[in-house]
C-alpha cells in the first residue's frame, strides 16, 4: 500500500494484514546544524556536536544522534506513513541503528506489518506489530523499529 489510500481516509485494524508494505511519501534532509541543535538538548556527545571531535571516533566526522534519526522517522511516519484511525499510539518498540546519519543525507520510511492480534479483552481495539526501515538516499537503512501499536477497530455503523 502506499502511504495515503485516498485523501482523508483513516486505516482500522480491519485495514491491517501481515505482510502488508508501505513506503512514505515524505523525505527529510538532515544539516549539520540541526545535528548539532538536537544534540547540544538531547545528547550532547562530541561526534553529534563537532566535526573535527567525531573525526577522532569510530564515525570519522559529524554524525546525528540515533534519537534524533529516531524523531526524525516519527515525523516522516506522522506526516508520510500509513494514515493509521487514533494517530501512532506505541505501546512499545525495539530500535537499531545499523549506520550513522549524517550531515546531507536524505531519509525515508518504509515498513511492513508484521503481525495484528484483535484483543480480546476490549473489542475496540487491536494490536499491530511493525518493521519500520529508515533509509538514506543510496536506499541503506541506517535504522529498523519494531513498534507495537494500538489501533482502534473500525466503529460499527450507526443505526447497527
Not at 12 to 24: A, H, I, M, N, S
Request: hydrophobic content about 40%; overall charge neutral; charged content about 20%.
Amino acid at each position: 500500500m502506499t502511504s495515503r489510500d485516498g485523501a482523508g481516509q483513516r486505516l482500522y485494524f480491519e485495514d491491517l494484514q501481515v505482510g502488508q508494505r508501505f513506503t512514505g511519501d515524505r523525505t527529510c534532509t538532515v544539516d549539520a546544524e540541526q545535528i548539532k541543535a538536537f544534540a547540544t538538548e538531547f545528547d550532547p556527545q562530541p561526534f553529534h556536536l563537532d566535526a573535527a571531535a567525531g573525526r577522532s571516533t569510530v564515525f570519522g566526522g559529524l554524525v546525528a544522534s540515533g534519537w534524533h534519526t529516531a524523531a526524525l522517522t516519527m515525523r516522516l511516519i506522522l506526516e508520510g506513513g500509513p494514515p493509521l484511525a487514533g494517530g501512532s499510539l506505541g505501546l512499545g518498540a525495539e530500535l537499531d541503528w545499523l549506520k550513522p546519519v549524517r550531515p546531507g543525507d536524505t531519509l525515508s520510511v518504509r515498513g511492513e506489518v508484521l503481525a495484528a492480534v484483535a484483543s480480546r479483552s476490549r473489542p475496540d481495539r487491536g494490536r499491530v506489530t511493525m518493521r519500520t526501515e529508515t533509509c538514506n538516499q543510496h536506499g541503506d537503512v541506517v535504522q529498523v523499529c519494531v513498534s507495537k501499536l494500538l489501533v482502534p477497530r473500525r466503529p460499527a455503523p450507526s443505526g447497527a
